[in-house]
């Protein structure tokens, strides 16, 4: 009669400590909470920018390279050295 096969024993895996497992579901919940709550109301009350001050900066941009350019009026731009 031959004996019983001897079934290799694998090592058991460790358990994750404790504390380190508490840290990674407070980081966890933390990362949660900011994500639900989205931007601030500070963010939210911000004007929005607008395709006319887009455009109106660009056209600054290319009328005065290197400059600070100042709007006098819906069609007139001066252009500073320096911002005032």
């Not at 840290?23 to 919940?29: H, I, K």
């Not at 709550?37 to 911000?46: E, I, K, L, P, Y």
């Amino acid at each position: 009669m031959r004996p019983p096969i001897q079934l290799q024993r694998l090592p058991r895996r460790k358990k994750p400590a404790p504390t380190r497992a508490f840290a990674f579901l407070v980081l966890l919940g933390l990362l949660a909470c900011i994500w639900l709550t989205g931007c601030s109301a500070q963010a939210a009350d911000a004007p929005a920018t607008t395709t006319t001050d887009l455009k109106r900066a660009a056209a600054a941009a290319w009328l005065c390279p290197g400059m600070h350019a100042e709007w006098l009026d819906a069609q007139t731009v001066q252009c500073l050295k320096e911002r005032p």
